[in-house]
């Protein structure tokens, strides 16, 4: 009982650091739907998805690797994180010089100005995302909660305010300054600096003692190896979720206005204060299924149990987020984009199928089964891909909301069959 009601805290407390954090972030980017024209906002969120990819690359995957490394081998804490940390720095320079590179022949991607500035907040991301992991793994969980509150919290803030003033500037001084989406970019990186400055704090007033057994070459090699699969889980991932951008961006954009990006990614504003949920329950119980991992009865028992309760927080999220699609697109995103809320009543119900799968995909990461996510995701990725193209070249005459409900229908479609892969090997 004890075990179980100090997993339910940790959940409440990563939960609500990450939700309050998620809900000024969300708060912020409807203002920022309100502030910036259609084509700006589309820029910054366009922007936004290819950074987001591009942070999968830079991490590399050592987060999970470093939660689960840490919880089975505590002796290798520090040496584990300081490696991570070089690696990241050098992982998110080399990542944002080839974005930059790449976005300067391919529009597809971004504007370059908006990558680079982008590109330079992986840096304090990576670093503060691995001291919070490594800080998960040592059961701190509290601790690392208040690193991604503050990084979220001030990247939200500053984006917001660094807008206003840019705008405010702009508009009364006539200032040469960039436009809101570089503004809001700055915002970020000056955010997760902040984060990595909680994180330093945090570790050196600390007066736990942490293991000091260095990383040897070997082991770095090993560790680089062993980090491969799940850098390829969070790119397949990742991927899967920011596939439709494109394809929204290729099919569905034209010169006219409104941007079709922009209307397709702002009901996912709301969206994602919903995914919290089950992404948080993954990331607090994958240590616990990696120290059950040597009583089997009882870790069946336990994904029986989380399984049940996935379900049920699936069916009540996803239904009050189609019973208040209107509403919260009122609420949220105002009247402008009011016909988007069948849009967000619709993708609203791939919270189901997330929150069911969350337990599974902790399973197959602690027993060292992540291989099969990759195949999964990549697998849900070629038909979603298969399913766009086809949709696109049937709705070329169509408006753009039927256009992109269809998009939205095929993201719903294929996580459920997300599910059913990972039920396989369950």
Known sequence: ??????????????????????????????????????????????????????GIVADFGLDVLLIREIASKPDRALGLLRTAYILRLIFSTSITLLLVILATT?????????????????????????????LTAQGRIKDAAIIEAVAGLSSAFLSFTLVIIVLTLRKNFLFPLPDGAAAALWGMVIGNTCGWWAAIHIQTSSTTSVARRAV?????????????????????????????????KQFHWTDASPDAVALYAAPFRILNVLLLVPTVW??????????????????????RRDSFTTLLMGLALSAAC???????????LGVTYLATAPILGLIGWMTLPACMSAPLIALLTATNR????????????????????????????????????????????????????????R
Not at 390 to 412: C, P, Q, R, S
């Open 1 to 54: 009982m004890v075990k179980r009601s100090r997993f339910v805290t940790n959940f409440l407390a990563l939960l609500t650091s990450r939700a309050a954090a998620q809900l000024v972030s969300v708060v912020a980017g409807l203002l920022l739907v309100r502030l910036l024209a259609d084509a700006v906002f589309g820029a910054y969120s366009l922007a936004t998805t290819t950074i987001g990819l591009a």
């Open 322 to 332: 189609t019973l208040l699609a209107y509403p919260l697109t009122a609420l949220g």
């Open 370 to 425: 992540q291989r099969w996510i990759v195949i999964s995701v990549v697998i849900a990725g070629v038909g979603s891909l298969i399913a766009n193209i086809v949709w696109g070249y049937t709705a070329v005459n169509a408006d753009v909301i039927t256009g992109l409900m269809g998009v939205a229908a095929i993201k719903v479609g294929a996580m459920v069959m997300l599910l059913g892969l990972y039920w396989l090997r």
């Open 106 to 134: 391919n529009d597809l991607l971004g504007r370059p100005d908006l990558l680079l500035i982008g590109g330079l907040s992986l840096i304090p991301r990576g670093l503060f995302r691995a001291s919070a992991a490594g």
């Open 282 to 303: 993954g990331v607090v119980a994958l240590p616990r299924y990696t120290r059950f991992l040597r009583k089997p009865a009882a870790l069946r028992m336990l994904i």
């Open 216 to 248: 040897s070459r070997s082991e770095l090699g090993a560790l680089l190896w062993a980090a491969v699969p799940f850098v390829l889980v969070a790119l397949a991932g990742a991927g899967f979720q920011s596939l439709d951008i494109y394809m929204v």
